[in-house]
């Protein structure tokens, strides 16, 4: 069975940076499309960032554009999201997903506060 391990969570100053992390048991990465979401307390999961297979396309939303950047490195078989300029409205549980394989981690929390 194939897992999805986040890493990286934790408590950051707004203004601040953080690096998430997702591993996989298996090298699927490189065959499948990769998201990351997150889910805000009372709040619906929401899509923040997408990578393709060769990591060429890449997408974001509007509310993360030009703070966060997604990227993936196929010799460490990981998916990582590097945010910026982080907020209290990044406050979170994120989440490392591979749509294709139904594949979710088991989160990992963010929480953006001074």
């Known amino acids: 069975q194939v897992q999805l391990v986040e890493s990286g969570g934790g408590l950051v100053q707004p203004g601040g940076s953080l690096r998430l992390s997702c591993a996989a048991s298996d090298e699927i990465f490189s065959m499948h499309w990769v998201m990351w979401y997150r889910q805000a307390p009372g709040k619906d999961r929401e899509l923040v960032a997408s990578?393709?297979?060769?990591?060429?396309?890449?997408n974001y939303a509007d509310s993360v554009k030009d703070r966060f950047t997604i990227s993936r490195d196929s010799a460490k078989n990981t998916v990582s999201l590097q945010m910026t300029s982080v907020t209290p409205e990044d406050t979170a549980v994120y989440y490392c997903n591979v749509p294709a394989l139904s594949l979710w981690g088991q989160g990992t929390q963010v929480t953006v506060s001074s």
């Open positions: 990578i393709s297979t060769t990591g060429a396309t890449t």
